[in-house]
């Protein structure tokens, strides 16, 4: 047996996977998996070679079960096709033009979220407060204000619910198709509004050769990174920092720490813990003989604790000097294009969260699991209490990056 350690996996073990994933990192860093059908990739060096070289390993791929419900998008697409999809969101969606559009509207329905929140001196901050704020963060970016955003969410829950059967070989369903038809109606007037209404409206005048579909396929996709992965990347922080009050004392003595325990918290446990590509021919990577179409499943996760980069890997360290070297966002052609609004996000998340509940902590009648999940990791509750009243701000909770 060529790769004992990955023919031992199981899924289960793959849900609280860091000893399994540490070990296949030191003995077989790219190891064939049956659990999974698919090499593994657990070291860092090599997830970067994997996510850098599209030609090698790629997203375009019948079984790539994304496009077969919202369509072709810059995330099923790789080479020139990518770039034609990605090229119009890509200023939209840059630094600047984030925080120009993004910090006012962020900070002020993270305070409208924690001022209703507050009286009650208790909550499950993941349902109650992350999951909101990314729902209401994204739907303003897509021009959807003035949807019903339950309606938008039943359509995000009923387009990951076909992804989900076909990834487990099942039929998709009636009802994946039918969401993304009626986001699609949605979106329409958001596309014929002016570029400074949206970021979607911006992208789409200057789509180009993009059609109004493919700007909705891509819409789509940004849905989904907009609600599932942001969530799971505030309700985690916040987890890591009630988790650890010896990093959470010097985070609220100085709100510049702020960035650095996001990026902390993504390095050790990223939303999205694995990305997907398949060979495009037979090709040899760390020791192992990868054959032309097999499936390559990059684990983020286990390149995120890789101590070859970050000493004392399993350690939460808000003053980590090279937090921001993890590869929670992806890296190559397909690095996440909505990074700088999901930081602004859990930074302005944390902020406020520290700022206006005083006394904050984890509820100590209540479970507050770590994150877990095979593909998207967050924890299952963020279970907290604290005192009620007012509680005059500190500081500005966005902190530079």
């Known amino acids: 047996m060529d790769f004992p350690l990955g023919a031992a996996i199981t899924l289960d ?77 890509a200023q939209p969606f840059r630094l600047d033009a984030v925080r120009s559009r993004f910090t006012e509207p962020v900070g002020a ?30 739907t303003r970016a897509l021009g959807l204000g003035n949807a019903d955003v339950a309606a938008v969410l039943d359509w995000y829950a009923a387009i990951v619910g076909s992804v989900t059967a076909l990834t487990a070989g099942e039929p998709a369903g009636a009802e ?58 505030i309700a985690t922080a916040a987890w890591h920092l009630l988790s650890h009050p010896d990093q959470r004392a010097p985070v609220e003595a ?35 003989r990868i054959a032309r179409g097999d499936l390559v499943i990059v684990s983020v996760t286990a390149a995120n604790r890789d101590p ?3 000493p004392d890997p399993d350690a ?24 700088h609004l999901a930081r602004l996000e859990a930074q302005a998340a944390l902020g406020c969260l520290l700022d206006g509940l005083p006394g904050l902590r984890l509820d100590p009648d209540r479970r507050s699991p770590g994150p877990r999940g095979l593909v998207f990791r967050k924890p299952a509750a963020v279970s907290a209490v604290w005192h009620d009243g007012t509680h005059a701000a500190r500081h500005d ?5």
Request: include cysteine.
């Open 254 to 288: 100085d709100p510049g720490l702020l960035a650095g325990a996001v990026e902390e918290s993504l390095r050790l446990e990223p939303a999205a813990a694995s990305v997907d590509r398949y060979a495009t021919g037979d090709v040899q990577l760390g020791g192992a």
């Open 316 to 339: 939460f360290d808000a003053r980590r000097a090279n937090a921001r070297l993890h590869l929670a966002f992806a890296a190559g052609p397909h690095v996440c294009i909505g990074m």
């Open 109 to 138: 329905e993270a305070g409208r979220l924690i001022a209703a929140l507050r009286p009650a001196g208790r909550a499950e901050l993941r349902t109650a407060f992350a999951g909101p704020l990314a729902a209401a963060v994204i």
């Open 308 to 310: 070859a980069t970050f």
């Open 176 to 233: 994946g198709p039918a969401a993304f038809a009626g986001l699609r109606d949605a979106i329409g007037p958001a596309l014929d509004a002016g570029p400074e209404a949206s970021l979607l409206a911006a992208a789409a005048g200057a789509a180009g050769t993009l059609t109004r579909e493919e700007v909705v396929s891509n819409a789509a996709v940004l849905l989904f990174g907009g609600i599932e992965t942001t969530e799971g990347m």
């Open 397 to 401: 909770p966005i902190a530079a990056p």
């Open 13 to 89: 073990a793959l849900e609280d996977p860091h000893a399994h994933l540490a070990a296949l990192r030191e003995r077989e860093p790219v190891s064939w998996v049956p659990a999974l059908g698919a090499w593994l990739v657990t070291r860092r060096d090599l997830a970067l070679m994997v996510m850098r070289d599209p030609a090698t390993f790629t997203v375009e791929d019948e079984r790539f079960s994304t496009s077969r419900v919202v369509g072709a998008s810059m995330l099923s697409l790789d080479g020139a096709e990518h770039d034609r999809h990605r090229a119009p969101f």
